[in-house]
């Protein structure tokens, strides 16, 4: 199973965004699901998380700006961004805690701390 995030880019301050982040595999289902980020010469940070039954939470710098989705159908969890800020610049990053899915044996398995390859977003002033 992998994760793959789209949607990065260059925006100006003020505009918006949509990030996704889409699970593939033999996938039977995913519990908590997020995104976090990373600047330049900065520490990954938590953005925002998911869970499966669709509860919410933000890190203070995002709350009213950013708003977190998912789609279980899909296997993919959304990011819109709006009202950006430079400071929102960072390589942003999805995860999955935990994806089960199904193995070549007819059962299944559970990876845990699944990560996708972060997609950039660059916001000019």
């Known amino acids: 199973v992998q994760l793959q995030a789209f949607g990065g880019g260059l925006m100006q301050a003020g505009g918006s965004l949509r990030l996704s982040c889409a699970a593939s595999g033999r996938i039977f289902s995913i519990n908590d699901m997020g995104w976090h980020r990373q600047a330049p010469g900065k520490q990954r940070e938590l953005v925002a998380t998911?869970?499966?039954?669709?509860?919410?939470n933000y890190a203070d710098s995002v709350k009213g700006r950013f708003t977190i989705s998912r789609d279980n159908a899909k296997n993919t969890v959304y990011l819109q961004m709006n009202s950006l800020k430079p400071d929102d610049t960072a390589v942003y990053y999805c995860n999955a805690d935990r994806i089960t899915y199904y193995t070549d044996y007819g059962s299944t398995a559970t990876a845990f701390n699944n990560w996708g390859q972060g997609t950039l977003v660059t916001v000019s002033s």
């Open positions: 998911i869970t499966r039954s669709g509860s919410t």
